[in-house]
């Protein structure tokens, strides 16, 4: 997947319905989130994403792409996310996995939340 393709699977994510967070995050996936229990795995993982909002806007700043390994992708980013006066600024990482042709889910997911300034809080 180039880079263009992950940074779109990536915004995908973030404007996604429940209906596409099951479907693109791996049943194994760990995610460290900026709420209680902050540890989420498997289908709490997905649980925990499932009800986030759907975006109407989404903005990355700071991106970086790395390929370990083949069918490994990690990428770092800082995001700004708005929906009417709701907005969240968090720096994050995720994980992908190849499952087969065009096939990636994500396996790890991480935000460290930030506040106005885009520091942390």
């Known amino acids: ?3 263009n393709r992950v940074w779109s699977f990536e915004e995908s994510l973030w404007r996604a319905s429940d209906e596409r967070y099951r479907e693109r995050v791996d049943p194994e996936c760990i995610m460290a989130l900026s709420r209680a229990p902050h540890l989420f795995s498997g289908r709490d993982a997905v649980e925990a994403v499932s009800n986030t909002p759907e975006w109407d806007e989404v903005s990355f700043s700071d991106q ?6 083949e069918g490994l992708i990690v ?18 990482t995720s994980v992908y996995r190849r499952k087969g042709h065009e096939d990636w ?17």
């Open 75 to 92: 990428v770092g980013y800082r995001v700004m996310a708005e929906k009417g006066d709701t907005r969240f600024s968090a720096a994050c």
């Open 105 to 121: 889910t994500v396996v790890q997911h991480a935000q460290v939340v930030l506040g106005p300034d885009g520091n942390n809080r």
């Open 1 to 3: 997947m180039d880079d």
């Open 64 to 69: 970086t792409v790395s390929r370990p390994e």
